[in-house]
């Protein structure tokens, strides 16, 4: 065996790959964790290698996401080349815009501080129903993110050191139309086609000065918001990958033939049985995570392909790795409880769409590393928080229980702008705390791992170890933090965001509205037909599932201890 493969292929570089799961609302959650990891890496490299500070280089070469973690990483794309100034603690006004910051003002403020009300708007309703919910808002924020209208207005910077020259990004899809492939059978003495079709799909970017250019046979679409190229494309899988099914509308995405055919993320041997001829190629797409998720598979191939390290007895290990996978799941996943044998039809219909999705999700190839309890190569960033109870009582809440968007499958969020201001602040304390104590290497990485061992030579300051294990810091942590976690008064009176059933039951009306603009418009109906319809919608029906959606949604809400 080779030895000369356990080094990095850049000595001294040590490579991030960040992964983001699908989040819904809790995107402001994702959002808060991507704010302090990038002001960590940017504190870090300005004083890298000064004396006292170590030397090893943390650099980023690829993000990907889905759904809600597919739009921050475009999101954050975007905001790596313009300035934003520092959001580390709420202000007086808790419901205050915050224009100036990419991350902050598309996932917190959104377009209004009354989501629900513009959700349940019927202006999209023009005799065809394309969703459930009124979704212009994430065109609206999608323009004004990744396709400014003054481009000439913004103050651009150069993309930070810690990224490299070009970053590649990605999203997944599920292509409704999916590409066939087709699997010959001998048939009565000649090959007989039997045709398939896969439906994951990903839009794949990299982004760049704008001068590059472009390389279709790579697969990844040349990306600059600054220059606007590609930023329509961009904009287009940014909507795909988060169009939740039913709920918002199902999105196009139009790439070019090459590109598709050279999709960096497919093997060869799916490349060569699904290669398209129609150019441009357009797709028909909902949320990239009903089919993965959360992609840390595909963000790890393309880390190892950048940082020339493919084993995975080795980036699995601390003493050889030069890369890491670092999720950020605001939904992390947990031990589903066995099923109820009961064979009642609405029983069964909701158990098989709940196979149909996690079937659909699993990932075969990662079964291995389930067994390895030491594994390097991955690290993980969800939800924690304590709370205080009255009678003193410390109560220790972990994953979508610890958020305020949790709720309603992630759409609680949409109620009220409170509980993202909560949601985006606990990313940003969670990160600091991760960073600090877990996202660490221990004494035999730091005195083996090349990397490490003259990243920290002469360095052995407690300040960059963890308080936890005392193991060392990957990004080593150089200013001063506040590790406390922000000190909210929400309306509710306390540190927990908590809503009046009031400001809940007031979307009575407009949820009875767009009801029945649904039922009415949902197929077409003869004149006479459409008029009965219309009456026994607005005598019973509108109300009957108005009743049973804010009865959900009541529910839920006091499951999360979310109204007062």
């Not at 597919?70 to 313009?82: N, P």
């Not at 196979?355 to 067994?371: G, H, L, T, Y």
């Not at 791992?449 to 963890?466: L, M």
């Not at 019973?540 to 009865?551: D, E, F, P, Q, S």
Request: aromatic share 10%; net charge neutral; hydrophobic share 40%.
């Amino acid at each position: 065996m080779d030895d000369n493969r356990n080094l990095p292929k850049e000595p001294g570089h040590f490579h991030l790959g960040i992964c983001m799961a699908g989040a819904v609302s809790a995107g402001a959650y994702t959002a808060g964790v991507m704010d302090y990891l990038l002001e960590a890496l940017e504190a870090y490299e300005k004083v890298r290698g000064q004396p006292g500070i170590p030397k090893h280089k943390v650099e980023v070469p690829v993000m990907g996401g889905a759904s809600a973690g597919g739009m921050t990483a475009l999101i954050t794309a975007a905001a790596l080349q313009q300035k934003m100034y520092a959001i580390d603690k709420p202000g007086t006004d808790l419901l205050k815009e915050h224009k100036d910051h990419i991350l902050y003002h598309s996932w917190v403020d959104l377009t209004s501080k009354d989501m629900f009300s513009k959700m349940l708007d019927t202006e999209d309703i023009k005799n065809t129903v394309v969703s459930a919910l009124n979704c212009a808002f994430i065109d609206q924020i999608a323009e004004r993110v990744l396709k400014p209208e003054n481009p000439e207005t913004i103050s651009w910077k150069p993309l930070p050191s810690y990224f490299p020259g070009k970053l590649k990004l990605f999203t997944t899809l599920t292509n409704l139309g999916g590409f066939t492939y087709n699997v010959n059978f001998n048939a009565q003495g000649s090959k007989r086609p039997y045709y398939m079709q896969v439906h994951q799909d990903y839009a794949c970017f990299e982004l760049t000065d704008g001068k590059s250019a472009a390389n279709k046979q790579s697969g990844w679409m040349p990306l600059n918001f600054r220059a606007g190229i590609n930023a329509q494309t961009a904009i287009e899988a940014a909507m795909a990958t988060g169009a939740f099914p039913v709920g918002f509308k199902a999105r196009r995405v139009t790439r070019p033939k090459d590109i598709v055919n050279n999709n960096p993320l497919f093997d060869q041997k799916m490349l060569h049985a699904i290669q398209i001829n129609t150019d441009p190629y357009q797709s028909l797409n909902i949320d990239g995570g009903m089919i993965n998720n959360d992609p840390f598979d595909k963000v790890r191939d393309v880390l190892s392909e950048a940082c020339g390290q493919a084993e995975p007895e080795l980036y699995n290990n601390f003493n050889t790795f030069n890369s890491t996978v670092l999720m950020i799941a605001p939904f992390p996943g947990s031990k589903p409880v066995d099923i109820k044998l009961i064979d009642r039809l609405m029983h069964v219909i909701g158990l098989t769409l709940s196979a149909m999705i996690s079937q659909m999700r699993s990932k075969p190839d990662q079964v291995v590393d389930a067994m390895n309890e030491n594994c390097a190569g991955q690290y993980l960033i969800d939800p924690s928080r304590e709370f205080r109870k009255a009678d003193g009582t410390i109560i220790h809440a972990q994953g979508e229980k610890a958020i305020a968007c949790g709720a309603l499958g992630g759409f609680s969020g949409f109620l009220n702008k409170e509980f993202r201001v909560h949601d985006y602040f606990l990313g940003r304390y969670n990160c600091k705390i991760f960073l600090r104590d877990y996202f660490t290497i221990p004494d035999s990485a730091k005195n083996e791992n090349p990397i490490f061992k003259a990243g920290y030579e002469g360095i052995d300051a407690d300040k960059y170890r963890s308080r936890v294990d005392r193991n060392w810091q990957i990004i080593p942590i150089v200013n001063e933090v506040d590790y406390t976690f922000p000190e909210f008064t929400f309306s509710s009176g306390s540190n927990w965001p908590a809503l009046d059933w009031s400001v809940i039951h007031r979307f009575n009306t407009a949820m009875k509205k767009r009801v029945q603009s649904l039922i009415l418009n949902l197929v077409r109906y003869k004149p006479v037909h459409k008029f009965f319809l219309w009456i026994g919608t607005r005598i019973l029906l509108r109300g009957m599932i108005t009743k049973a959606v804010l009865g959900t949604i009541r529910d839920e809400l006091n499951r999360w201890q979310l109204l007062k």
